[in-house]
């Protein structure tokens, strides 16, 4: 006797995501002109606890893979501070310009609850 008699099992591997594979799709949705956090992120993605801290390694994993298109700056930290290493920080200026994320002297995003996306 089954539960569900008209539900069809999950046999496809694409039904079947791993956690990493979830950030990264979600990752990749975040509007233009918008950010999250990485705790946001992660726990969208169906992690708990310390979760978030994994998000940058899984996002690096995926782009040394081949993904080229996730959107770095738009995931920052809980209280809107962006991360600017020297190396990239012209570049990331330049995309918060045009995507119209102000920064404020501190590096946080200026009205940060208007710019917050939670999925």
């Known amino acids: 006797m089954t539960l569900f008699p008209d539900r069809k099992p999950l046999t496809h591997k694409a039904a079947v995501t791993t956690f990493s594979e979830r950030v990264v799709k979600l990752a990749l949705s975040i ?3 918008r950010v999250t956090t990485y705790k946001i992120l992660s726990r969208k993605a169906g992690g708990g606890g310390q979760s978030h801290r994994s ?10 893979k081949g993904e080229t298109r996730i959107p770095w700056h738009r995931i920052v930290y809980s209280d809107g501070s962006v991360w600017l290493s020297p190396s990239i920080k012209k570049k990331r200026l330049a995309l918060y310009k045009k995507e119209k994320i102000e920064l404020d002297k501190r590096n946080r995003i ?7 996306y939670e999925f």
Request: charged fraction near 30%; charge should be neutral; avoid cysteine.
């Open 31 to 33: 509007p233009r002109g």
């Open 55 to 64: 998000v940058t390694a899984i996002l690096g994993k995926a782009w040394d």
């Open 110 to 116: 200026v009205d940060f609850g208007d710019k917050l």
